[in-house]
């Protein structure tokens, strides 16, 4: 679990944001928005060493600790795993009004050179749905959870950018037929699992799946040669 964001990075990202709808997240709106904060744009680089790249991503993780504290005040014990989901993907993508700066961080994390940090942060937002909504899972459904999930919020994220319609109603249309077929996905597995042609090939593979562990938290991520993209 990350801590909380820098206060004086956060200051530059908010305000960078009046800039992004048209310059994007670019060396100008980072130049802007050094102005703007009324720091040195040589002491900003020591804060952000890639610039705006730096504050596209300030700007995700701070939508998610916003998703994170809205989330928290959400009556959800009641609700099914599926609704719990699908609530949470709503109000993580509704949780930003600003949908341009949104957009130029999808354009921006889909080139090559920032497309792994992209994929991080997508499965760091959908690890810490998972979080809320309180799944324990210790094994290789840990990572299976999340994987799908990240692709879930993915493609609804980009269907939102391009819907125009009142309170993005398609959109949340969109995120039911992707749930389902999740859902859809999970009842295949689990018929597999009783098939008396599959069952001893699915019980081998489920004894390797059970050694595979979620990632230790203990770790001391500061130790040198770790790898920290945060």
Not at 109 to 127: I, K, M, Q, Y
Request: hydrophobic content about 40%; aromatic content about 10%.
């Amino acid at each position: 679990m990350r801590g909380p964001i820098d206060p004086e990075k956060l200051n530059l990202m908010k305000a960078a944001l009046p800039n992004v709808a048209f310059d994007g997240w670019s060396p100008s709106t980072f130049s802007a928005a050094c102005e703007e904060a009324n720091i040195p744009e040589n002491k900003a680089k020591l804060i952000c060493p890639r610039g705006a790249v730096d504050l596209a991503s300030t700007f995700h993780k701070w939508g998610d600790d916003q998703f994170k504290s809205s989330f928290k005040k959400q009556k959800i014990s009641e609700l099914k795993v599926r609704e719990k989901i699908k609530k949470a993907v709503e109000l993580r993508i509704t949780i930003s009004s600003d949908k341009e700066a949104v957009r130029r961080g999808v354009v921006l994390f889909s080139l090559p050179t920032h497309a792994v940090e992209g994929g991080r942060l997508v499965w760091d937002t959908s690890d810490l749905i998972w979080q809320l909504i309180g799944d324990e899972s210790e094994d290789f459904n840990w990572y299976s959870k999340r994987t799908i999930l990240s692709a879930v919020y993915a493609s609804t994220v980009l269907f939102w950018l391009g819907d125009d319609s009142e309170g993005s109603a398609e959109t949340w249309h969109f995120l039911n037929r992707r749930i389902e077929d999740v859902m859809t996905f999970e009842k295949v597995k689990a018929q597999l699992k009783t098939n008396k042609y599959t069952k001893n090939f699915n019980g081998f593979a489920t004894n390797i799946l059970k050694r595979i562990k979620k990632p230790n938290k203990s770790i001391n991520t500061n130790l040198p040669g770790h790898l920290d993209i945060h």
